[in-house]
């Protein structure tokens, strides 16, 4: 077997690539072995006696499929978690997540006209202070204190 270390180098710089990348034809050793400079080198690059093989990537097929499964709310039990609870999800955020709808909905009962701009500015602020689990239990507040009437929650 003929040392084609040199001309391995050589492709390699050529090719831009590592030297374990470099292919060479395995039936055409001796004309490869003959090439001595650069030049030589590029003829048998456009020959395709020397090749540069492809990067080996690395598969993403198990992260799109942990991925999909976390959408669905798999993966995501005791063992999965770092941080503490409330580093998972703020307790501002979920405060946000929560007065948000209420205010909105107060607004649109405010312009609409269901809801006078006193009961509006009262109940603005009973949201405010926590009183509302969620818009729901906002509307059947409403109701009981004969507010609103029982017809259809927006």
Request: hydrophobic content about 30%; aromatic content about 6%; charged content about 40%.
């Amino acid at each position: 077997m003929t040392d084609l270390r040199n001309q391995r180098r050589m492709a390699a710089s050529i090719l831009k690539c590592g030297v374990n990348r470099v292919w060479m034809d395995h039936d055409r050793t001796d004309e490869i072995a003959k090439a001595v400079t650069k030049d030589d080198i590029r003829v048998l690059i456009r020959g395709e006696a020397v090749k540069s093989r492809q990067v080996k990537g690395i598969s993403r097929g198990r992260k799109k499929f942990n991925a999909k499964q976390k959408e669905k709310g798999r993966r995501r039990g005791q063992g999965s978690r770092k941080g503490a609870k409330y580093a998972r999800s703020p307790k501002k955020k979920q405060w946000i997540r929560t007065i948000r709808p209420l205010r909105a909905f107060l607004r649109s009962l405010r312009d609409d006209g269901k809801v006078s701009k006193s009961d509006y500015r009262k109940y603005y602020r009973k949201a405010k202070g926590g009183e509302f689990r969620s818009k729901h239990h906002l509307h059947s507040h409403l109701i009981s204190d004969g507010v609103l009437k029982e017809e259809g929650k927006q």
